[in-house]
């Protein structure tokens, strides 16, 4: 397999080096599939004992429930991985759908067994154990942030909590969000309509300004 950008600056093989991430990658049986856009990549309801790096493109990461309610969870763009969890405890049913959003390529690498290998001293094995830990660590981080983003009862009070947090993170009152007004609605679980009213309020009052995905914390 050739090993690209994307594959070398990935979180989970940082501080291998192109041998151990040759390595890791046959023993891993690493495949590379190609999706289109709003293709499913995962189901829920499934097992997987496959961890996803996104190479090109991006997933949303969402829970559809057997109403037809849809909540955004998270979205994974190139270098982000998905499914990690799942993949290391690899009997439990997998509870999200993971969409393509665009034409996207993905590597798949079958970690299920790692957990349970009892030969864990090869040099490649250590440092991606590690690299896993970081990686667990910071989705947790991202799950407990959103709930922190939809603890308001208010529409203001989400969009506020969520686009302050994201002003935090990048360092700077001008910054990106990567939803869409569907994909950000769904995300704090708010409907389209009230988002979209209440994100033109909060302009018309000089507390914020945007265009598309690009957004401006005012005052």
């Keep these: 397999m050739e090993l690209n950008e994307t594959i070398r600056k990935s979180v989970l093989f940082r501080g291998m080096n192109e041998d151990e ?21 995962l189901h829920a309801g499934k097992k997987t004992d496959n961890i996803g790096l996104v190479l090109s ?19 994974a763009d190139a270098g982000d991985f998905f499914a990690e969890t799942y993949a290391l405890l690899k009997d439990e049913t997998v509870l999200v759908d993971v969409i393509a959003n665009e034409t996207t ?17 090869k040099a ?30 208010s529409v203001r009070g989400r969009i506020s909590a969520y686009l302050n947090s994201v002003a935090l993170k990048k360092g700077s009152r001008y910054f990106d969000i990567p939803f869409d007004r569907q994909q950000m609605a769904d ?3 708010l409907d389209r309509t009230a ?8 302009r018309d009052e000089g ?13």
């Design 187 to 189: 995300y704090l679980n």
């Design 105 to 121: 390529e993905i590597l798949f690498l079958n970690i299920g067994n790692l957990m349970y290998s009892q030969d864990m001293n």
């Design 21 to 41: 991430i040759a390595e890791a990658l046959s023993e891993l049986h690493g495949t590379v599939k190609n999706y289109k856009r709003r293709q499913a990549v």
């Design 207 to 219: 507390l914020i300004d945007f265009q598309k995905n690009h957004f401006r914390i005012l005052g």
């Design 195 to 202: 988002l979209s009213k209440e994100l033109g309020r909060m």
């Design 124 to 153: 490649w094995q250590i440092k991606l154990t590690k690299n896993l830990l970081m990686i667990s660590t910071r989705k947790n981080l991202i799950l407990s942030g959103r709930s922190f983003h939809i603890s308001p009862k």
């Design 57 to 75: 493109g991006s997933v949303t990461i969402e829970s559809n429930d057997m109403w037809g309610n849809r909540t955004v969870l998270n979205i």
